[in-house]
Each structure stands twice: as C-alpha cells, then as structure tokens.
C-alpha cells in the first residue's frame, strides 16, 4: 500500500512575486528531496498555533557519539520525515507547533524527543492513521520503530 502523494508543483516554484505553495498535511515531495525553509514557514504561519518547546521523552541519556546517528535506517527515516509536510511543524527553528511531540533539530538523535507512543502512531501502530508518516515503505518505519522500542527498553 503506497501512502504518500507528491505534490502539484515543488514548493516554492511560482512566480516570483507569489507565496511560496502550502502543502497539504501529510503531504510528502519525490523521494530524496526535502521541504524547503520557505515552505515550511508558509505552512507554519498557516497552521496558526503558537511555538512549542520539545525536549527529551526517550527516557534514555543522550549519547553524543550515538551509533544511531550513522545508522542507514535512521538516516532513511530522516529523509522520509524532511520530505514530508510533517517536518515543517515538527522544527523547532521554523516556528513548529508541535516540537512538543518531536523535533527534527533535537540533537544528538532527533527521534530522542519523540516518547514511545509519538513514535507507535507515527508508524501507524495504533489508531492514529492521520497522523501516521505517509511513507511508500511503512514496513521498514515499523521495524525501526519497533527496535528502538526494545533499544529504550534495554536502556
């Protein structure tokens, strides 16, 4: 099953006096490329709801030589989340509402912001499917959610 659909035109791509387009939630761009800054500030100031702050949920200390952060299946994941419209909220740079959740600029590991659960409805493994990173491999996302699960366990 396919879940993510590419937009009408790139982000950004008008004439130049207009406003940059506002993807729809949940919408993603061809797979390697990400939302851009100006993108996501549109989306931002749409969106309307005031910054929020995230911080660590993972229940794990932060590891600034994380082995995850060279981890193909991370970094896969990583370029999943910065081509859809998801990452634009979800920055806290930008403005994103909903950093409380989880935030791509949480450093050393970004997904250290994310709790458990944040993690199980981004992978669609509950009843939260809106909410779910509209991926064209969700097999692959559920595995990785499902080993940093038992990662935190272990921890």
Same mark, same amino acid.
């Given at each position: 099953? /396919?879940?993510?659909?590419?937009? %009408?035109? %790139?982000? @950004? #791509?008008?004439?130049? +006096?207009?406003?940059?387009?506002?993807?729809?939630?949940?919408?993603?761009?061809?797979?390697?490329?990400?939302?851009?800054?100006?993108?996501?500030?549109?989306?931002?100031?749409?969106? +309307?709801?005031?910054?929020?702050?995230?911080?660590?949920?993972? +229940?794990? #200390?932060?590891?600034? /030589?994380?082995?995850?952060?060279?981890?193909?299946?991370?970094?896969?994941?990583?370029?999943? /989340?910065?081509?859809?419209?998801?990452?634009?909220?979800?920055?806290?740079?930008?403005? @994103?509402? @909903?950093?409380?959740?989880?935030?791509?600029?949480?450093?050393?590991?970004?997904?250290?912001?994310?709790?458990?659960?944040?993690?199980?409805?981004?992978?669609?493994?509950?009843? #939260?499917?809106?909410?779910?990173?509209?991926?064209?491999?969700?097999?692959?996302?559920?595995?990785? /959610?499902?080993?940093? +699960?038992?990662?935190? #366990?272990?921890?």
């Amino acid at each position: 099953m /396919v879940f993510f659909s590419f937009l %009408a035109c %790139a982000p @950004g #791509e008008r004439d130049s +006096g207009a406003a940059p387009y506002v993807p729809r939630h949940n919408e993603c761009l061809p797979e390697g490329e990400a939302m851009s800054e100006a993108t996501c500030r549109a989306v931002v100031e749409e969106d +309307g709801r005031l910054p929020t702050h995230g911080g660590n949920k993972s +229940g794990t #200390e932060p590891d600034p /030589v994380d082995p995850r952060l060279s981890d193909p299946e991370f970094l896969w994941m990583t370029a999943e /989340v910065r081509r859809c419209t998801c990452s634009c909220c979800h920055t806290e740079s930008w403005g @994103g509402p @909903g950093v409380y959740y989880w935030n791509l600029e949480f450093a050393p590991v970004w997904t250290d912001s994310a709790s458990s659960w944040t993690l199980s409805v981004f992978a669609g493994l509950t009843g #939260e499917a809106n909410q779910t990173l509209p991926t064209d491999d969700l097999e692959r996302l559920q595995a990785w /959610v499902e080993a940093e +699960g038992i990662r935190r #366990e272990a921890r």
